[in-house]
């Protein structure tokens, strides 16, 4: 499975930003399909993440902030971030995962960079 990420950037804090990742090769339904990021020095962390039946999970971090969707006939996850803050500065990471057989992939990385 290959997940191609984009629309990271700079933006000044208060503003928006929306991330794509599209995933293609799959044979299987694609059961979870997500966003993490890494900030410099920090581990790998949960932003928000969509199931293939709707249910959502986010950080508390971006919760009210951030709204995740998904086009399944596309295979495609969105994330909508508003109100970007410069704590919000990170690489931010496509994720998908197939329960069965099991598979856990990641996407490139897309740098989004919020200025004070």
């Known amino acids: 499975v290959q997940l191609q990420a984009s629309g990271g950037g700079l933006v000044q804090a208060g503003g928006s930003l929306r991330l794509s990742c599209a995933a293609s090769?799959?044979?299987?339904?694609?059961?979870?399909m997500g966003w993490y990021r890494q900030a410099p020095g920090m581990e790998r962390e949960l932003v928000a993440t969509?199931?293939?039946?709707?249910?959502?999970e986010y950080s508390d971090s971006v919760k009210g902030r951030f709204t995740i969707s998904r086009d399944n006939a596309k295979n495609t996850v969105y994330l909508q971030m508003n109100s970007l803050k410069p704590e919000d500065t990170a690489v931010y990471y496509c994720?998908?995962?197939?329960?069965?057989?099991?598979?856990?992939?990641w996407g490139q990385g897309t740098l989004v960079t919020v200025s004070s």
């Open positions: 090769g799959s044979r299987f339904s694609i059961n979870v």
């Open positions: 994720n998908a995962v197939i329960l069965f057989p099991y598979g856990h992939y």
């Open positions: 969509f199931t293939s039946v709707g249910s959502t």
